[in-house]
C-alpha cells in the first residue's frame, strides 16, 4: 500500500475508516470517511478526481449497508458527477445509480440512468464488449464490499433493462422498440453459448407479452414462434416442451376456432419432455373437445408424475394440493363422459386424501382453506352420486359438507358464505329428489337467506337459482300459484342480470312449463320458443337446449301435431345419446318418443323405447317418486306387448 495521500492526511483518515469497518462501526466508518473526503477536496494542488470519486462510492456503500439509500444515491451521484469531470465516468457507474432508483421504486429517474449508461456504452463502441468495474488509480482505497454492479453490462443486456422499466412504467411501445434492438444485437453474437441463445429466447418471449397484453394473442404469435425456434436450436427438452406449451396455451387465448392448433403444440409438448404442468393443460383441452378417455389418460400421467417418489418436491403442500385436484379433475371428467362408478371412484380418493391430509396436518397447516376444500371434495363427490341415482350417499355426503361450512362460519372465518349457501341448495335438490320436500323447502330457504344477506351482482344469480328451485318444491307439491310466483322472480332477476344467456333461457322454459300445465299452451310455446332462440345462439347442440327440445315437442304431442313432437323429441334425444348416454336425461327422451310411437299406434317401437326408459330409471332412480307413475305406465305397456310368453319368462 502507497503512501500517496501523507501529505494532507487523507492516508491517515483512510486507515481510520477501515479499522472502524472492521469492527463493525458503521458511524465511526462514516464519520472517518467524510473527515477523508473533506481532506481530499481541501488538498493543496486540488482534490485528486478518482480518488475523491472513490472515498464518495465507499461512502455510498456504507450508507447502503445502513439502510440509508437516500444518502446512498446521493454520494454515488457525486462520484459519478467527479469522474465526469475527469472523463472517466463509467457505464457500471451509472447503472449502480439507475438500480437503486430502481430499488427504492423511483423508476423514472432509474430509466434516466440507464439510458446515460447506454448512451456512454454506444458512443464508447462497446456494442459486444463488456464492461469492466472501473480500476482505481491509486492503490490506497477501503476494502468495502463494493456496491455489487450488472453482471457483465453490455448494450443487448442494457437496452433489455430499459426496456423492461419502459414496460413497467407503462410506456410499452418503448419496450418494444427496445428488446427489438436489444434482439438484433443478440442475434449477433455465438448461440452455442446458452447465456446469448437463452437471452435471445427471453427477449422474444418479452416482446410477445407485451403484444399480447396491448394489441391480442394473434398479433404475439410470431415473437413466441422464435423463441420456439431458438429453445427448439439450442436448449434442453423441458425448454423446448415448456415453450410449445406456452404457445398452445396462446392459441386457445386465440378462440376456439384455434383449438386443434393448440392441441397440436400441447401434444407435442408432452411427447418432447412431459410434466405434469403440461400435461394438465392437455388434459384440459381435451376434456373441452370432449375427448373425454384421452383427457383421462393426460390427467392420469400428470398424477404418475406428481406420485413419483424418488422427486423430493412432490412433498410438498403445493404438490400434495395439486395430486387431490387432479383426482377430481379426473372424476369430474368421467363423469362427463357419463361414467360415473369410475368417477366416483376418483372423487372418493381425493376426499380420503383430504381427509388424511387434514388429520395429519402438522401445526400452523391446518388452515381454513383446507376445511373448505375438504367440504367442497364432499360436494362433488355428492353431485356424481346424485346424478348416478345413489341419494342417500349424496344427501350424506352434503351434509358432511354443510357441517364443516357451518363450523367455519361459527369459527368466524367464513360468514354468509355462498359456498354454505349452495351446500343447503345441493341438500334441498337430493331430498327433493328423495320425495322430502318439506326438508327441501327448509334447504332452499336457507340457502335463499344466505344470499339475502350478502347482496352483490353474483350473488343475484345464485339467489335467482335458489328461488328457482324453491319453486321447483311448490310445483311438486301442488301449490302452482307459488311456484309461478317463484319462477316469474327467477326470470326477473335473469332478465337483468344475465340477458341472453342461457340460465334466462332456462327460466323460460320452467315458466313455460308451469303455463302448460295451467293448460295456457300458446304462452307456454312462446316462451319455450324464447329459450330456443337463446340457446340456439349461446348453447347449440347442448343438453340444455335437448331439454328446451323435448318441451316443445310435447307440447305439439298435446297440440296433436305428432309429426312437429317426433322431429323436436328426436333432436333431443340425439343430443342426449352423445353427451349424457344411458343417463336420466336420455331416459326423459326414450320416454318422450316412446309416448308419441304410442299416440302414433307404433306399439311395437313404442315398446322398444319404454324398454330403454326403463333400464335406465330402474337402475339410477329407483325410487324417485316423480317418476314412479310414469314407469308403472310404461312396465304395464311393455308386458302387453310382450305377451304371456315373454312374461312367463321373467
Not at 3 to 25: C, L, M, P, W
Not at 74 to 101: D, F, M, V
Not at 122 to 137: F, I, R, T, V
Not at 500 to 524: D, F
Amino acid at each position: 500500500m502507497g503512501n500517496v495521500f501523507s501529505a494532507n492526511g487523507t492516508e491517515h483518515f483512510v486507515r481510520r475508516a477501515i479499522a472502524s469497518y472492521q469492527k463493525g462501526d458503521l458511524t465511526a466508518t462514516l464519520e472517518t470517511l467524510k473527515e477523508a473526503i473533506e481532506a481530499e477536496e481541501k488538498r493543496e494542488g486540488g482534490p485528486r478526481g478518482e480518488v475523491l470519486a472513490t472515498l464518495q462510492d465507499n461512502a455510498a456503500v456504507v450508507y447502503r449497508t445502513n439502510g440509508n439509500f437516500k444518502e446512498c444515491i446521493l454520494y454515488h451521484k457525486l462520484s459519478i458527477e467527479q469522474r465526469e469531470l475527469i472523463g472517466r465516468a463509467t457505464c457500471s457507474g451509472y447503472c449502480n445509480i439507475a438500480s437503486l432508483y430502481e430499488m427504492v421504486g423511483d423508476l423514472a429517474q432509474a430509466l434516466i440512468y440507464y439510458n446515460k449508461a447506454l448512451n456512454m456504452d454506444m458512443n464508447g463502441g462497446h456494442q459486444q464488449q463488456p464492461l469492466q468495474p472501473p480500476q482505481p488509480e491509486y492503490s490506497v482505497t477501503i476494502s468495502l464490499d463494493r456496491l455489487e454492479t450488472l453482471p457483465e453490462t453490455n448494450v443487448s443486456s442494457l437496452l433489455f433493462t430499459i426496456g423492461t422499466l419502459e414496460e413497467r412504467l407503462g410506456d410499452w411501445k418503448a419496450a418494444l422498440s427496445s428488446y427489438g434492438k436489444s434482439a438484433c444485437i443478440i442475434q449477433e453474437l455465438d448461440m452455442s453459448d446458452r447465456v446469448s441463445s437463452s437471452a435471445l429466447a427471453a427477449v422474444y418471449n418479452k416482446m410477445g407479452n407485451i403484444v399480447k397484453t396491448n394489441m391480442g394473442a394473434k398479433e404475439a404469435l410470431s415473437h413466441f414462434m422464435k423463441a420456439l425456434e431458438v429453445d427448439e436450436k439450442y436448449h434442453e427438452d423441458q425448454v423446448i416442451a415448456d415453450s410449445n406449451a406456452h404457445i398452445g396455451l396462446l392459441y386457445q387465448d386465440m378462440g376456439s376456432k384455434y383449438d386443434t392448433d393448440s392441441l397440436e403444440y400441447l401434444q407435442k409438448s408432452c411427447q418432447v419432455k412431459p410434466s405434469p404442468e403440461n400435461l394438465q393443460h392437455l388434459a384440459t383441452l381435451q376434456r373441452k373437445l370432449k375427448q373425454y378417455k384421452a383427457a383421462v389418460e393426460s390427467y392420469k400421467a400428470a398424477l404418475d408424475l406428481r406420485r413419483d417418489p424418488s422427486k423430493p418436491s412432490n412433498d410438498t403442500p403445493q404438490n400434495i394440493f395439486a395430486i387431490m385436484r387432479l383426482l377430481e379433475h379426473i372424476g369430474l371428467t368421467l363423469k362427463e363422459h357419463g361414467s360415473f362408478t369410475a368417477s366416483m371412484k376418483y372423487l372418493a380418493e381425493a376426499v380420503r386424501f383430504r381427509e388424511k391430509h387434514k388429520k395429519y396436518a402438522k401445526k400452523g397447516e391446518h388452515t381454513p382453506e383446507m376445511e373448505a376444500g375438504l367440504a367442497s371434495a364432499y360436494t362433488l363427490l355428492g353431485i356424481v352420486s346424485q346424478t348416478a341415482g345413489k341419494l342417500a350417499d349424496a344427501i350424506c355426503l352434503f351434509e358432511k359438507s354443510r357441517d364443516l361450512l357451518l363450523q367455519l362460519e361459527a369459527a368466524s372465518v367464513v360468514k354468509g358464505s355462498m359456498s354454505l349457501a349452495a351446500a343447503y341448495n345441493n341438500l334441498g335438490l337430493a331430498q327433493q329428489q328423495t320425495g322430502n320436500l318439506t326438508q327441501a323447502l327448509e334447504n332452499f330457504e336457507s340457502a335463499m337467506n344466505i344470499a339475502k344477506e350478502t347482496p352483490s351482482e353474483a350473488n343475484a344469480l345464485a339467489r335467482a337459482s335458489f328461488i328457482n328451485n324453491l319453486g321447483s318444491v311448490y310445483k311438486a307439491s301442488g301449490d302452482f300459484e307459488k311456484a309461478a310466483t317463484c319462477c316469474r322472480e327467477t326470470l326477473e332477476i335473469r332478465r337483468k342480470k344475465a340477458p341472453n344467456s342461457n340460465i334466462l333461457a332456462i327460466s323460460y322454459m320452467n315458466t313455460g312449463v308451469l303455463e302448460k300445465e295451467a293448460g295456457k299452451l300458446e304462452s307456454a310455446m312462446e316462451l319455450f320458443t324464447a329459450a330456443k332462440t337463446i340457446q340456439e345462439k349461446v348453447a347449440p347442440n347442448s343438453l340444455s337446449i335437448a331439454a328446451t327440445y323435448d318441451c316443445i315437442g310435447m307440447l305439439h304431442k298435446q297440440t296433436g301435431n305428432l309429426k312437429e313432437a317426433t322431429s323436436f323429441c328426436r333432436q333431443s334425444l340425439a343430443i342426449r345419446e352423445r353427451d349424457a348416454p344411458n343417463s336420466l336425461q336420455a331416459a326423459a327422451s326414450y320416454t318422450s318418443i316412446g309416448t308419441l310411437q304410442e299416440e302414433m299406434g307404433d306399439f311395437q317401437e313404442a315398446s322398444l323405447y319404454y324398454k330403454k326408459a326403463l333400464a335406465i330409471n330402474l337402475r339410477d332412480a329407483p325410487k324417485s317418486q316423480s317418476l314412479a307413475a310414469t314407469n308403472q305406465k310404461m312396465i304395464e305397456f311393455t308386458k302387453m306387448q310382450d305377451g304371456p310368453e315373454e312374461l312367463n319368462k321373467e
